[in-house]
């Protein structure tokens, strides 16, 4: 079945550095991917809808020159979360559009939690 | 725009009790369900979804879905729930066209030996 790889799982970084995740389609093409981020406890927020080859629409409230997103192509978008601080600690997760030959399905990544101390 | 609602943020039940998890959606346009679990420090994954067709949806881990249009839901049930069940769960909408996913607030499930 389709897969989604998040990578890196698990992240640990110090206050200030940039941490880039990486989301991939591994076997479809997914012109639309987003981003989630998830509090502790809480449900999952979108942060930004990225379509292959333009710029990524971000939710209202998400700092666009925080959370750099680039989706160059078909099967690759990432997350830069730069100059990280530790309230950006969090779970993120990608999801990634599967339109192709009549289907119309949604996979996920299996998230990256991200922990800036 | 699409709204999705989860009544309960925590359910505890005891092991081998039947539990019914609701929730409602608010679009009346065409919309896909789904009911994700995620377990502690893991990423989410897929129990269920209800594209089309039969309304009583089968899902892993002996989980079931019923989607009833009229009353706007999609409750998620399972006879007798395990340990392991102990999770939290997501139900969540997607409508058509190029739209993110919709997702409820979350339901803590937490299964009593």
């Known amino acids: 079945g389709a897969v989604v790889s998040q990578h890196p799982s698990r992240v640990i970084c110090k206050s200030g550095t940039s941490v880039k995740i990486e989301c991939r389609s591994l076997?479809?093409?997914?012109?639309?991917m987003f981003w989630y981020r998830q509090f502790p406890k809480q449900s999952l927020m979108l942060m930004a809808t990225s379509n292959e080859g333009s710029k990524a629409t971000y939710e209202q409230g998400v700092e666009k020159d925080k959370f750099l997103i680039n989706h160059a192509s078909l099967t690759l978008s990432t997350l830069t979360v730069t100059s990280a601080h530790p309230e950006d600690s969090s779970f993120y997760i990608c999801?990634?559009?599967?339109?192709?030959?009549?289907?119309?399905?949604?996979?996920f990544g299996n998230g990256t939690r991200l922990t800036v101390t | 725009a699409q709204s999705v609602t989860q009544l309960d943020s925590q359910v505890p039940v005891f092991e081998e009790a039947p539990v019914e998890l609701r929730c409602n959606y608010s679009?009346?346009?065409?919309?896909?369900l789904f009911w994700y679990v995620q377990y502690p420090n893991q990423g989410l994954q897929l129990l269920l979804k209800?594209?089309?067709?039969?309304?009583l949806v089968k899902g892993i881990n002996g989980f079931e879905a019923e989607f009833n249009k009229s009353q706007t839901s999609f409750h998620l049930r399972k006879p007798s729930v395990h340990i392991s069940d102990t999770a939290e769960y997501f139900c969540?909408?997607?409508?058509?066209?190029?739209?993110?996913?919709?997702f409820g607030k979350g339901t803590r499930l937490s299964v009593i030996a």
């Open positions: 969540a909408a997607l409508s058509s066209g190029n739209t993110p996913l919709v």
């Open positions: 076997d479809f093409q997914a012109t639309t």
């Open positions: 679009s009346s346009v065409s919309v896909y």
């Open positions: 999801s990634a559009r599967d339109g192709t030959g009549g289907r119309d399905s949604l996979h």
């Open positions: 209800y594209l089309s067709g039969s309304t």
